[in-house]
């Protein structure tokens, strides 16, 4: 502990006498300072034991006494020590008075007792303390680095809330509770999360300190890692705040969890690298291959029905949050997951049919579906970042054709300005919404235009009639019907569809064309 009134006051070789303030004894000193001036507040930083003798002061005046301790107690000045047997042969009652009035301590200094050996005093109960904070700091580093090296981080949690008397808790890159020590803070731990979140936004090393969950703590937040996005974050709960050698123990936790989690990301890359061989070697069709080089990476992920999502940055950005979105809500339901980047803003990953992964990913698409359209209302519409493709549920052998069906609704979602498509909603809709395409658009105004300037020319309404004509699939009175010409009429008209587009309609692939050419136009008005 620091030095105290009170430690001084029971230093056997000072001789200090208390006069006034004895029950604020137990306040820390922090320095001790001598000074005549009449007012020596602006050179008082708090904390301090003053020692004066009254040179310049008129101890005996009650109103001088009375501004002068006001002062002090004002600047935070702990105690007051008065030399006797040198301008006084006691302390005036005026002082000892006042400082009884205003609280603060008054102790009497023999002449005998140099205000150095105070000074020294004190100087030596803070070194002592200093170096009992780094022991003990050293001690806990010790300890924490053996339970890191024994028992992981779990360990490492259980001695630092040991150390530090509280608790601790290990929150991954989406901010989810990884391990918390002990046992009953889960469910602190998990409280804090939407705290976590905001700190992950902030340059990393970041921490920040927030009142527990009801008030019940003081939490000290930190960043753990050492790149541009932190990898985790320790939380870190107490009574009240930390002290020297509880702030060792804290940055020896976070220096250790740091070197897990960069130890962690270089197995993260070879972990990546053999899901990158095994997602070649499904996609070449080796399945068998494929599980051998696997082994129990990934459980029973290649055994049962899985989905594969392929996502795409539309904006230059890395990927990182769709690939934390994935593996955090995987680990969280203890599922496997495969996850490959091909480039950061290019990622392939196999996930459990019906699982954690795949619903995390729908609704992290779905969140930034809601945040572009609430854009597109305030600020015109703007483009969001990613493009997600979702295969239907396939087996090891169909991996090729999955990924097929993932990159075919990936270009939907592309095109149609989306951020997620299943495969499985292309085979359940309508074809028609992929007229929109803008190559689509073009040839269709080029197939139809020598018909539409026919038409501008008002020497027959061609189009019309080519659509009334397929549309009742070539029945020549439904369709004259339907535009109310004579049946002759529209033969005649057809014939000159047939002379000036140079096709026959006999031919079903012409027939094709010209009918998906008037959707696609139509759906362009």
């Known amino acids: 502990m620091p030095p105290t009134l009170a430690s001084l006051v029971h230093h056997s070789a000072l001789k200090l006498t208390v006069r006034a303030g004895e029950d604020r004894l137990d306040v820390p000193v922090r320095w001790v300072h001598a000074s005549e001036l009449a007012d020596p507040v602006p050179y008082m930083e708090g904390g301090e034991l003053l020692l004066i003798t009254a040179l310049k002061l008129d101890a005996e005046d009650a109103k001088a006494m009375r501004r002068y301790v006001k002062r002090l107690v004002g600047a935070g000045v702990v105690g007051l020590g ?101 046992e009953w803070a889960g469910r602190r731990a998990a409280r804090l999360t939407a705290d976590v979140e905001r700190l992950r936004d902030r340059p990393a090393p970041a921490s920040s300190v927030v009142g527990g969950p009801d008030n019940e703590d003081r939490v000290e937040l930190h960043t753990l890692g050492t790149g541009r996005r932190p990898r985790a974050a320790l939380a870190v709960g107490t009574a009240s705040a930390l002290g020297t050698a509880e702030r060792y123990a804290v940055h020896s936790a976070i220096a250790l969890l740091t070197l897990t989690t960069e130890r962690s990301r270089s197995l993260q ?129 169909a991996a090729a054709a999955a990924y097929k069906q993932a990159e075919q609704a990936l270009s939907v979602a592309r095109r149609r300005g989306r951020v997620l498509v299943e495969h499985e909603q292309l085979a359940a809709g309508s074809v028609l919404p992929l007229l929109a395409d803008d190559a689509v658009r073009a040839f269709a105004d080029g197939l139809l235009r020598p018909l539409a300037e ?40 057809m014939r000159r569809v047939e002379e000036i587009l140079g096709r026959s309609l006999d031919d079903p692939d012409v027939r094709m064309e010209l009918w998906l050419a008037l959707k696609a136009t139509a759906a362009a008005e």
């Open 82 to 182: 008065f030399a006797v047997g040198v301008n006084y042969d006691e302390i005036p009652k005026a002082l000892v008075d006042t400082a009884a009035e205003e609280g603060l301590p008054l102790l009497e200094v023999p002449r005998r007792t140099p205000f150095i050996a105070i000074s020294k005093a004190v100087s030596a109960a803070i070194a002592a303390d200093q170096y009992r904070s780094v022991t003990a700091g050293f001690a806990a580093q010790r300890e924490l680095t053996k339970q890191a090296l024994t028992d992981g981080p779990e360990g490492l949690l259980s001695a630092l809330a040991a150390q530090v008397d509280g608790w601790a808790a290990l929150y991954d890159a989406s901010g989810a509770v990884v391990a918390t020590a002990p």
């Open 454 to 493: 026919h038409d501008a020319t008002g020497r027959g309404d061609l189009v019309a009639s080519l659509r009334a004509w397929l549309s009742r699939h070539g029945q020549w009175d439904a369709a004259a019907a339907d535009l109310g010409v004579h049946r002759h009429t529209l033969r005649y008209r």
């Open 269 to 397: 890359a070879a972990h990546e690298r053999i899901g990158a061989a095994v997602l070649r070697l499904l996609l070449a069709g080796h399945p068998d291959h494929a599980r051998a080089v696997a082994g129990d990476l990934y459980g029973g992920l290649l055994d049962a029905p899985f989905r594969i999502v392929v996502g795409e940055s539309t904006d230059g950005e890395p990927l990182d949050g769709l690939a934390e979105i994935v593996e955090s809500a995987a680990a969280r339901s203890g599922e496997a997951v495969l996850v490959v980047p091909e480039g950061p803003e290019r990622l392939v990953a196999l996930a459990v049919d019906g699982g954690a992964a795949v619903e995390a990913c729908a609704e992290y698409a779905a969140t930034l579906e809601g945040e572009r359209a609430v854009g597109g209302q305030e600020q015109g519409g703007e483009e969001h970042g990613l493009v997600v493709g979702l295969s239907a549920p396939a087996g090891p052998i």
